[in-house]
Every structure is written in structure tokens, then in C-alpha cells.
């Protein structure tokens, strides 16, 4: 089982719709979560970072988190084609000194 | 301020040459990582360094890989005898605080091709 698995895509949605990513994980330790956007050919910026269990909200995106059930999830809202890219999941496990990314979700937002 | 900056953004070398790769992280940053980024891949963690000490190298491939981070601020991940399968690029990242718990900040990586 990989430590961090995501669905490779690519993800369809036509504009204006809410996107939908998902991230699960398998160090039951893991403490801190992020969401990273990857443009072709450009490094990642982060998107989101979440800590705790529950929502967290910033503009048109929503991060998700359920420790119980191992996993993390990243909603856009009225997504517009600027907003495809490639979403990498990234988990702070038991390793105090390293991120785990995925393999990122590529998603592509139809005019 | 400046971000973080890699150096060079693409370096072509022939099989078995040595390269060295650049960053220079985003001032008063603690912490830095080196990451391995194949093409459909995500980053894959290969070194950590808190200021000058190298706290986690448990990610790089072979002995042939060697990074540094004398003064705890740029960095340089060296890679000898260079093989195709080196090809890859290649990201920095920094961040404010200690250990990986913290948002990072990456560079435009490093595009490495081995002839």
C-alpha cells in the first residue's frame, strides 16, 4: 500500500462546477496535510493546509479532513479552467522531518 | 522578497559526469528539502536539512548523491558518476520552521537530462 495514494485522473468538470479531489493515507499518525496546485512544467504552490478534522475554507477552496477514516479531500468551487492543473497531496507522518507527496490528481475544468 | 531560487533551471550532461545543483532558500528559513520529481510523478523526498545539519538523507538513491548546506542557508545536491535514470527534476523547498509539519515554499526546480 503506498502512504499516500490519489486517483491520477485526469478529472473532467465542466466550468463552474465543484471539483472534487481525494487523498487518503496510511500512517494512522499523520499530523499535518496539505494541497499543493502543479501547473505543467512549474513547481507546486500550496493551495491549502489543514490540521485538524473537519473543513477549513479559503475563497472557492474547501480542504476536508477525516482522521478516523484516513483521508483528505480538496473541493473547488465554481471551478474555471485556471484552475486546471495538477493537485498533489502531501502528509507530515510519523517522519518528524518529511512530507509525503501523491502521485497528484490531474484536472482539467472544461470552458 | 525573493522566493526560492534554483540554479541552473536546465543542465544536460553527458552519462558519468558529475553535476551540482543550486538553491538558495527564502531568508531566515530553517528548514530544507530536496525532492526527486520523475515526469507524471509527485515529488519524491530525497534529503532534509535543519540550518547547516543534514537531519534526513534516508531519500537519496545511491552514494553517488551528496547535498550540503554549509552555513544553513544555500544548498547544493551533488550527483556523481551521473546515470540516465538521474533524469528527473530536481526541487528545493524551504520553510520557516523546523521539520516538515509547516507549509513549503518551492523553487522552479532544476530540469536534469542525462545523455
Known amino acids: 500500500q503506498k502512504e499516500v495514494e490519489q486517483n491520477s485522473g485526469p478529472l473532467s468538470v465542466p466550468e463552474g462546477a465543484i471539483a472534487s479531489l481525494n487523498c487518503t493515507y496510511s500512517?494512522?499518525?499523520?499530523?499535518?496535510f496539505f494541497w499543493y496546485r502543479q501547473y505543467s512544467g512549474k513547481s507546486p504552490e500550496l493551495i491549502m493546509s489543514?490540521?485538524?478534522?473537519g473543513d477549513k475554507e479559503d475563497g472557492r477552496f474547501t480542504a476536508q479532513l477525516n482522521k478516523a477514516s484516513q483521508y483528505v479531500s480538496l473541493l473547488i468551487r465554481d471551478s474555471q479552467p485556471s484552475d486546471s492543473a495538477t493537485y498533489l497531496c502531501a502528509v507530515n507522518g510519523l517522519s518528524y522531518q518529511k512530507v509525503t507527496f501523491g502521485t497528484g490528481t490531474k484536472l482539467q475544468v472544461i470552458p | 522578497g525573493a522566493g526560492v531560487s534554483q540554479s541552473p533551471r536546465y543542465k544536460v550532461a553527458k552519462r558519468g559526469q558529475d553535476v551540482a545543483l543550486r538553491c538558495d532558500p527564502i531568508s531566515g528559513h530553517v528548514s530544507l528539502f530536496w525532492y526527486q520529481q520523475a515526469l507524471g510523478q509527485g515529488p519524491e523526498f530525497l534529503t532534509y536539512?535543519?540550518?547547516?545539519?543534514?537531519?534526513?538523507k534516508s531519500g537519496l538513491p545511491s552514494d553517488r548523491f551528496f547535498a550540503e548546506r554549509p552555513e544553513g542557508s544555500v544548498s547544493t545536491l551533488k550527483i556523481q558518476r551521473t546515470q540516465q535514470e538521474d533524469s528527473a527534476v530536481y526541487l528545493c523547498?524551504?520553510?520557516?520552521?523546523?521539520?516538515?509539519?509547516?507549509?513549503?515554499?518551492f523553487g522552479d526546480g532544476t530540469r536534469l537530462s542525462i545523455l
Open positions: 489543514i490540521y485538524s478534522n
Open positions: 500512517d494512522r499518525g499523520s499530523q499535518s
Open positions: 536539512f535543519q540550518n547547516e545539519a543534514q537531519l534526513d
Open positions: 523547498a524551504s520553510s520557516l520552521g523546523q521539520g516538515a509539519g509547516q507549509p513549503q515554499h
